[in-house]
């Protein structure tokens, strides 16, 4: 029940992807990228390239207005480009997670096969989720996979890196990220299968998959992109 601009009696889940516009696939760490990662954005790009902190800080003040407490999953070089950013974010109440280190596809999009060594991808996510912790002052224990590129071995090497969660796992009618089955995956937490994506027993890591409504076929309701086609009624 919402009363004034507080919401009482109600939870809510919010989850917040901090990532810039050279994040997407098309413009780095993809194999049809302009640039072949973020390290060759920076080298070549010239002009200005935050349009990241001034929308970050107007959705804390929004989150604030409603005391609403959120999950941020932040790529981990933003606290290298946007010093004092995630910093603010955790010193507002909010949890820091890991959205990778600069954001590639760790799973190749058009063949479903990695894109990166298994140990290539422990270092690097250990390597942001300890940036993100020295930034924040807080353990990171979530993890969402760019671009929803997940896959049952990256779980693995999460929970082997001492994550407790991952989020990463969307289900819907229209299309399948990674080629892992997911048939019996509904919208509850849920414990993966090892190598899996599947329903699996109790382990180190939980999946928290993403949300979906269900209208004969199971409609994505989460992201920008959805909730600008679709408007907000699916969504909320
Ligand atoms: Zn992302």
């Known amino acids: 029940m919402q009363r004034g601009n507080t919401i009482e009696d109600q939870s809510i889940s919010i989850t917040v992807d901090i990532e810039d ?5 098309s413009v780095c760490g993809s194999p049809y990228s302009e640039f072949r990662d973020t390290v060759d954005f920076f080298s070549k790009w010239k ?3 935050d349009y990241l902190t001034g929308p970050t800080m107007r959705t804390l003040d929004i989150l604030d207005r409603f ?3 959120a999950t941020f999953f932040v790529v981990g070089e933003v606290v290298e480009h946007y010093p004092g950013l995630v910093e603010a974010i955790s010193a507002r109440g909010h949890e820091i997670a890991c959205h990778s280190l600069r954001h590639p596809c760790i799973i190749n999009p058009r063949t479903k096969e990695p894109a990166m060594d298994p140990e290539v991808f422990k ?6 989720k300890r940036m993100l912790e020295k930034a924040s002052g807080k353990k990171v224990i979530g993890y969402r996979a760019p671009n929803a590129l997940i896959s049952g071995w990256m779980i693995d090497a999460l929970e082997e890196i001492d994550f407790e969660y991952d989020s990463s796992v969307n289900v819907n009618s229209f299309f399948h990220k990674t080629g892992s089955p997911v048939d019996d995956v509904t919208t509850i937490p849920y414990y993966p299968r090892r190598s899996s994506l599947s329903v699996g027993e109790k382990r180190g ?7 979906r409504f269900e209208a004969g076929v199971k409609i994505p309701a989460y992201g920008g992109p959805i909730l600008r086609f679709l408007g907000s009624s699916i969504i909320l």
């Open 21 to 25: 516009w050279y994040h997407v696939p």
């Open 47 to 49: 002009d200005r390239y």
């Open 67 to 69: 005391d609403v407490r």
């Open 123 to 128: 270092a690097a996510t250990l390597l942001a």
């Open 205 to 211: 890591i939980v999946e928290f998959p993403w949300a």
